[in-house]
């Protein structure tokens, strides 16, 4: 049973940063693209990040391209994705997503399961 | 950046009913859309893949078509359980980002 948990959110000073971390369970790891995905208070989804399935690739929307960094570590023991944010701003304030692409190919940017999320917010 | 255009905003409409929401693309996306309701206070969820394709799972009353530009999610005779928003996602050609339409919110009348 695929599970994803986040965590790492918090209320956090315009111009800071933050951490978010992702632990996965219930697939190979390893094998899967991983995205995070975001939605401001009573909006839409908004697309953040996508790291493949080695962590050799990453793409950003462009919204937080230069700011925002994914990584993520396939530790046989240690499955977890992260989202670092710098230099955030009040418009990042959001329900941060951890999602799971559905397969390799273009299929990695087809998200099948998600977590339940963190909120993140910006504020001073 | 591929814009997704979702029509209606919010409909209203009662049990039994056949449902229809529209997703036009900015440009040609072939058959790489996607499907996903989201109900209150819950994260998505996929329903339908790549146009037509029905997810594992999910109720055959869902189904979804189209290609190119235009694409149609429809919900044969809705139940009580379907009330959530809607959305349609587009991928691609990486480094194109991925882009969400706007979302239909769907109400019981």
């Known amino acids: 049973q695929v599970q994803l948990v986040e965590s790492g959110g918090g209320v956090v000073q315009p111009g800071r940063s933050l951490r978010l971390s992702c632990a996965a369970s219930?697939?190979?790891?390893?094998?899967?693209?991983m995205h995070w995905v975001r939605q401001a208070p009573g909006k839409g989804l908004e697309w953040v990040t996508l790291?493949?399935?080695?962590?050799?690739?990453?793409?950003?929307a462009d919204s937080v391209k230069g700011r925002f960094a994914i990584s993520r570590d396939n530790s046989r023991n240690r499955m977890y994705v992260y989202l670092q944010m710098n230099s955030l701003r009040p418009e990042d304030t959001a329900v941060y997503y951890c999602?799971?692409?559905?397969?390799?190919?273009?299929?990695?940017?087809?998200?099948?399961?998600w977590g339940q999320g963190t909120l993140v917010t910006v504020s001073s | 950046d591929i814009q997704m255009t979702q029509s209606p905003s919010s409909l209203s409409a009662s049990v039994g009913d056949r449902v229809t929401i529209t997703c036009q693309a900015s440009?040609?996306?072939?058959?790489?859309l996607n499907w996903y309701q989201q109900k209150p206070g819950k994260a998505p969820k996929l329903l339908i893949y790549?146009?037509?394709n029905l997810e594992t799972g999910v109720p055959s009353r869902f189904s979804g078509s189209g290609s190119g530009t235009d694409f149609t999610f429809t919900i044969n005779s809705l139940q009580p359980e379907d009330i959530a928003t809607y959305y349609c996602?587009?991928?691609?050609?990486?480094?194109?980002?991925?882009?969400f339409g706007q979302g239909t919110r769907l109400q019981i009348k």
């Open positions: 440009q040609d996306i072939s058959n790489y």
């Open positions: 996602q587009q991928y691609g050609d990486l480094p194109r980002p991925i882009t």
């Open positions: 790549d146009a037509s």
């Open positions: 219930g697939f190979t790891f390893s094998s899967y693209g």
């Open positions: 790291i493949s399935y080695d962590g050799r690739n990453e793409y950003y």
């Open positions: 999602a799971k692409g559905k397969g390799r190919g273009k299929w990695q940017q087809l998200v099948d399961y």
